[in-house]
């Protein structure tokens, strides 16, 4: 009697895993917002704009953005009808949430990863255009590049700053480019390509609240894997460390190196 006992919890565990595995995502329906929801499966002409058109629609896109980006999509070929949403949300109402925001206390940048966690692996998207439902095959959202040059250049300018020990055992600098850094997690440039840190000035005109360990945020985000044979994704790092202000302190006399941050691939 044991036995089956045993047997038959071992069958409920499997369906059960066989359930949650295949259950189907809930639905959300979006408006295509033409400031926010950009899509050439909608307007099909944005390549074919001049680089000025480009710049005022960016411009026009940022007054009604309270973020530092847009959405971009691009449907699966498939124009659905039929469907009734209970409801139609706000996609910009929706984005502009805190929760979607980058870490800190100012950025209005949203963390693309954790809109995928949150919304696109979650749901199932449909964007309402009159009575058609179009679902996203690519969805992203898009930071703004600078507009212009120079002192009137529209850039992001609200970011916050991370401040990391210069730890010279897993920063590692070389003769031949002083000014770069290059983290010891990181890749072989030659074949997968690195991430790195570029030195931009010096300053004394900072005041770290508090200063973090390079090697245990490196180690303890989601683009390091100790488990693989590269551990650490190079490219996404730099990305993600493109939306701060980033300080490197070895000393507070002799200053603090801002940085920038890239990947570089030979």
């Given at each position: ?9 071992v069958l ?6 066989i ?18 929801s ?34 971009y ?10 469907l ?9 109402d ?10 800190g ?17 979650k ?60 983290l ?6 030659a ?9 931009v ?8 609240e508090?200063?973090l360990s390079?090697?245990n ?7 390091y ?36 941050s ?5």
């Open positions: 009697m044991k036995k089956h006992m045993v047997f038959a919890f409920l565990c499997i369906a059960g895993n359930n949650a595995q295949g259950k189907a995502k809930d639905t959300l329906f979006f408006n295509v917002d033409p400031y926010y950009i899509s050439p499966t909608i307007t099909p002409n944005l390549e074919n704009r001049a680089y000025s058109e480009t710049q005022e629609a960016l411009k026009e896109q940022m007054k009604h953005t309270q973020t530092n980006g847009y959405l999509f691009v449907g699966d070929g498939y124009l659905t009808k039929n009734k949403p209970k409801k139609v949300l706000s996609i910009k929706y984005i502009e949430n805190r929760k979607f925001y980058l870490d206390k100012y950025n209005r940048i949203i963390d693309k990863w954790k809109l995928k966690d949150s919304l696109t692996n749901y199932k998207i449909y964007f309402v255009h009159g009575d058609e439902f179009i679902a996203p095959r690519h969805l992203e959202y898009n930071s703004y590049y600078p507009i212009g040059k120079g002192e009137s250049a529209i850039v992001n300018k609200v970011k916050d700053t991370l401040f990391f020990k210069l730890d010279n055992k897993y920063i590692k600098s070389y003769p031949q480019s002083p000014d770069h850094f290059y010891a997690d990181g890749g072989n440039i074949t997968s390509g690195s991430f790195f840190f570029r030195k000035q010096l300053s004394n005109n900072v005041k770290p508090k200063i390079i090697e945020f490196v180690q303890s985000s989601r683009f894997n100790k488990d693989k044979t590269q551990k650490l994704n190079d490219y996404e790092l730099a990305e993600y460390f493109n939306n701060y202000v980033i300080y490197l302190v070895s000393d507070k006399k002799t200053g603090y190196v801002q940085v920038e890239g990947f570089v691939i030979e």
